[in-house]
T-cell receptor
């Protein structure tokens, strides 16, 4: 079963605008990660936020985590055509005892030049 | 530093056949993970290998199996192929034990079952 669920499923914006994607999950986590996937290729790690952190920045990326609501958001500022990709959140269940990093179905972002 | 490499890039099989996919992790990484990405289903966790041992497997039937070699490379075998096994199979690696954080993914092997 999917732990993380991204919202929206698809997002289309103009170059220069900001893009916000959300992720909701069901159980307590150790940390939450965001990955990017260009059309049918491998995933690239973007950022990791630990359960005791509320916000993290990396370049044009800003991630927030609200453990009380079991949700996270990824903000990409000043988007570029090259940001066109699918974005996935991934969570690991706290106290799981064994590895399982669970991915959502992703948000497909299209940035129109 | 070379990234995670997977082979073959594409593979076409017919129902009932067997498929073997290969993965070489980043140098120094001992953990290898396999994921299946079927159309519209996101990434589904298949298997985790570390130090040559299977540490965890996802909710897949036994015809999905694999192994990790002494050099930490890994092989995923899918027996008795079914049409729904058509997917992109992604391999990832990390330093020992996933809990250290990010995974490094290969470009995937696309399996088509006819």
């Amino acid at each position: 079963s999917q732990q993380g669920e991204e919202d929206p499923q698809a997002l289309s914006i103009q170059e220069g605008e900001n893009a916000t994607m959300n992720c909701s999950y069901k159980t307590s986590i150790n940390n939450l990660q965001w990955y990017r996937q260009n059309s049918g290729r491998g995933l690239v790690h973007l950022i990791l936020i630990r359960s005791n952190e509320r916000e993290k920045h990396s370049g044009r990326l800003r991630v927030t985590l609200d453990t009380s609501k079991k949700s996270s958001s990824l903000l990409i500022t000043a988007s570029r055509a090259a940001d066109t990709a699918s974005y996935f959140c991934a969570t690991d269940a706290a106290g799981a005892g064994s590895y399982q990093l669970t991915f959502g179905k992703g948000t497909k972002l299209s940035v129109i030049p | 530093e070379a990234g995670v490499t997977q082979s073959p890039t594409h593979l076409i099989k017919t129902r009932g056949q067997q498929a073997t996919l290969r993965c070489s992790p980043i140098s120094g990484h001992t953990s290898v993970y396999w994921y299946q990405q079927a159309l519209g289903l996101g990434l589904q966790f298949l298997l985790w290998y570390d130090e040559g041992e299977e540490r965890n497997r996802g909710n897949f039937p036994p015809r999905f199996s694999g192994r990790q070699f002494p050099n930490y490379s890994s092989e995923l075998n899918v027996n008795a192929l079914e049409l729904e096994d058509s997917a992109l199979y992604l391999c990832a690696s990390s330093r020992r034990g996933w809990g250290t954080g990010e995974l490094f993914f290969g470009e995937g092997s696309r399996l088509t079952v006819l």
